[in-house]
């Protein structure tokens, strides 16, 4: 929960912000940052990411040896309790206001679509690579939560909306729990 609030509220922040300069309301904001349902296509174009999520993460959690995922502070990846559920629900619909929403939408429309989500993405990739300082051999991570930026980014920009990602970012996240646990 704490994490959902820590990503988000730079979001908040961004829409306020945003809603209040001359000409804008909070709609025009709201869109700016991708937070609208989307269109059904939207969600059709969300499912075909849905597999190759799905594959990168099995294949890193196929490389990482059993005992490292064992590793205390690794655990919170299983889903173990309907409040581990819950959790990697929220987490992962508040890496997607802030990564895609909040900062892909500032830097695609700043640096360009190739620049900005690259930036995007790698910043995904930082929090994450927190990781390592726990089990160096939790490394195939790294790359996949790069292409998970990557992949989320791009369909931010296409749908124009970060939702069809975040669901998409929830269900590949407990599947890799599921897998996992």
């Known amino acids: 929960m704490v994490e959902f609030v820590v990503f988000c509220l730079p979001a908040l922040v961004y829409v306020l912000v945003q809603s209040r300069g001359e000409h804008r309301t909070l709609r025009s904001a709201l869109d700016r940052l991708g937070a609208s349902w989307g269109s059904a296509s939207a969600y059709r174009l969300a499912a075909l990411l849905l597999l190759p999520l799905l594959l990168t993460g099995w294949l890193a959690i196929v490389l990482i040896p059993e005992e490292a995922l064992a590793a205390p502070g690794v655990t919170v990846t299983r889903v173990t309790s309907v409040g581990v559920a819950v959790s990697m629900v929220l987490r992962a619909v508040g890496e997607e206001v802030f990564f895609r929403g909040l900062l892909g939408g500032v830097f695609v429309r700043r ?34 939560q790069f292409a998970a930026g990557w992949m989320l980014g791009w369909l931010r920009e296409k749908t124009g909306t970060f939702v069809p990602g975040a669901v998409v970012h929830v269900v590949a996240n407990l599947a890799a729990g599921l897998i996992a646990g």
Not at 111 to 125: H, R
Not at 127 to 141: F, K, M, Q, T, Y
């Open 111 to 144: 640096l360009g679509f190739a620049v900005g989500n690259l930036v995007q993405s790698t910043l995904f990739v930082l929090p994450h690579s927190a990781l390592l300082l726990i089990d160096v051999r939790l490394w195939p991570i790294i790359p996949v």
